[in-house]
């Protein structure tokens, strides 16, 4: 089982990102996803998640505006298309996947995302 994220790197004030999480060895289409967090010194947090067929979304209300989730089952892979990107959107960013399309967006025990699958994370940073 793999989750590889991508897509991170260094980009100023106001620009964009496309993050991709690409899956393996589970049946990607049996699984929600979501993304999380973690800045320097902070708790990770949830950002977005996006269900098994992707009709459905929800995003941590200070990027839904900003971020779009979207997956592609036939490709094993998810995007999170950041606009508008500020530096407190800086932190390494992990994909993760469940079973179950769990809307706490928390990564802490009930939370299914606590026992899913994870990824490695890539990093973003915004800065001028």
């Known amino acids: 089982v793999q989750l590889q994220a991508s897509g991170g790197g260094l980009v100023q004030p106001g620009g964009s990102l496309r993050l991709s999480c690409v899956a393996s060895g589970f049946n990607f289409g049996d699984y929600a996803i979501a993304w999380f967090r973690q800045a320097p010194g902070k708790e990770r947090e949830g950002v977005a998640c996006i269900s098994r067929s992707g009709g459905v979304t929800k995003y941590k209300a200070s990027v839904e505006d900003r971020f779009t989730l979207s997956r592609d089952n036939a490709k094993n892979t998810v995007y999170l298309q950041m606009n508008g990107l500020s530096s407190e959107d800086t932190a390494v960013y992990y994909c993760?996947?469940?079973?179950?399309?769990?809307?706490?967006?928390?990564?802490?025990?009930?939370?299914?995302?606590?026992?899913?699958?994870w990824g490695q994370g890539t990093q973003v940073t915004v800065s001028s």
């Open positions: 993760a996947a469940s079973p179950f399309f769990d809307l706490s967006l928390s990564d802490r025990e009930p939370s299914t995302w606590a026992s899913g699958y």
